[in-house]
């Protein structure tokens, strides 16, 4: 996604009067499988805006047929990207993000840069300690060589299966597969994998700024990348925040794919009724 279609987004919000909401993509997806959401929460009188991580491809196909362009992309360059584009709106947004894009809305929330937050099946940041043998198991395509770390990383159908499509039919999945999945930077998962050793990981979340906001965590029933102990350590850690409210559920039956599959109304349903609460 380019950064000019971004500022385009941002100057629609901007010129709309509306409160914006920001949505952030995680590994393997592009920022149009937002796009069904951004119709909903339009709907809903907001101005939604897919931001995309630097060098983001506008289309799948794109991204499929030049997937080197994902190499080389940390969870710090990231955050400071969509930390620039996010302050040129002139209201402060709600955001939402599923897995690195859930980490990340964490990331600019403890920045004070979001007026509430949704973060969806989010990658564990630093001093969150469970590691589920499925989530090892879903991380294998780029933990197991470490040359990823500089690489873009596509998954497999089976890998795919796996990690996000585990809760779907065959058929579905290969048609999720086919639709959004495109090829990933491998560094951010390192950086995940070795944040508890790292003092100075760029998966450090500011959990107690007083100027975080209201903050839900939606956890899939059925994720194998993102597994309820993972979400609800975040959310242990998050809820000592005495400043903001912190919240959490559980979407039963669902895996990591419950921003992009058949059931994604359902999620977009409970992400709109957190952030109208708010705004």
């Known amino acids: 996604m380019s950064v000019s279609h971004d500022v385009q987004q941002i100057e629609q919000a901007n010129s709309s009067g509306r409160t914006p909401v920001v949505f952030v993509h995680g590994l393997w997806l592009l920022p149009s499988s937002w796009d069904r959401w951004a119709t909903v929460f339009a709907e809903a009188g907001y101005a939604p805006v897919t931001l995309g991580w630097p060098d983001d ?18 969870v710090g360059q990231i955050a400071d990207h969509l930390t620039e584009l996010i302050g040129k709106l002139e209201r402060r947004p709600a955001v939402v993000g599923h897995s690195f894009g859930g980490l990340l809305a964490q990331i600019l929330a403890g920045r004070g ?3 509430a937050s949704v973060a969806i099946d989010p990658a564990p940041f630093r001093g969150v300690l469970p590691l589920p043998v499925s989530s090892l198991r879903a991380s294998v395509p780029v933990l197991g060589n470490p040359a990823n770390i500089h690489r873009a990383v596509p998954l497999t159908y089976e890998q795919f299966r796996y990690a996000f499509a585990n809760a779907v039919t065959e058929e579905e999945a290969k048609e999720l597969y086919e639709t959004f999945s495109v ?6 998962l390192f950086q995940a994998a070795t944040a508890n050793f790292n003092p100075w990981s760029e998966t450090k979340v500011n959990s107690r700024s007083p100027e975080r906001g209201p903050l839900l965590i939606i956890s899939g029933e059925k994720d194998n990348t ?3 102990a993972i979400a609800n350590a975040s959310y242990k850690k998050q809820k000592r925040n005495e400043a903001a409210v912190t919240e959490i559920v559980e979407i039963p039956g669902r895996g990591h794919s419950l921003t992009i599959d058949s059931g994604w109304r359902e ?3 409970t992400a709109l009724a957190f952030v109208r609460r708010f705004l």
Not at 59 to 71: N, R
Not at 183 to 188: L, Q
């Open 57 to 74: 491809p506008d289309t799948v196909a794109e991204a499929k047929a030049h997937p080197e362009v994902f190499a080389h992309k940390t």
């Open 113 to 115: 840069l979001s007026a």
């Open 183 to 188: 090829a990933a930077p491998g560094a951010p």
């Open 226 to 228: 993102v597994p309820w």
């Open 267 to 269: 999620v977009a349903d």
